[in-house]
């Protein structure tokens, strides 16, 4: 019966070494299934906050920028639009942005840090559609005494200059301030709040 014992020791190195491999292999496994656990280059970059620069925005220009998905845009407002804001106050849903989602730094009638960057999310507040901006002041086919603003070709909601929405339209809020801050006089940070919160 010599043989017997040779068969066990066999056998034991057979099993340790079937269980070392499978351990390895299982590791070779866990590691590509946990990093995808993860998020992505990409989706962090889609979160992080996005630099802008402000030279060379004329006066009534639009710029457009993506942030987290969605359509961010910073308009330069004349002091001349700024100041007609007020005139359609009447004709607004929420004119003193009571019932809508910015932070409490843009919670005055130009929704903004400062009067002259209106810095809004363009998606609708109705089904997310990307409102035009049409700026001139005068009648339009949707408003006979339009001041400019914005306007929801999908729908027909209508916006003013600060993105305030008007009454008798879809959207039920006005449009969305995102958080964002002033690194300069021409830069400016989407997705960080003037006191550093994200």
Known sequence: MPTDGVNKKRRRFLVATTSVVGAVGAGFVAVP?????????????????????L???????????????????????TQETVDMLPEVDGDLRDPESQESEQP???LNESRALRDEYLVVNMHCTHLGCV???IPQVG?????????????CPCHKSKFDMA??????????TNLRIPP????????????VNPEGAV
């Open 33 to 53: 299934f946990i990093q995808s656990w993860k998020p992505s280059a990409k989706a962090q970059a889609v979160g992080s906050p996005v630099q802008v620069i």
């Open 55 to 77: 030279d060379g925005l004329d006066p009534g220009q639009l710029l457009k920028v993506q942030w987290r998905g969605q359509t961010i845009g910073i308009l330069r407002r």
């Open 104 to 106: 409490a730094f843009a």
């Open 131 to 133: 409102p035009q901006i």
């Open 139 to 151: 009648p339009q086919p949707f408003e006979e005494n339009w001041k400019g603003g914005f306007f």
């Open 163 to 172: 993105g305030r929405v008007y009454k008798g339209v879809p959207a039920p």
């Open 180 to 191: 964002y801050s002033f690194i300069d006089d021409s830069t400016l940070v989407i997705g």
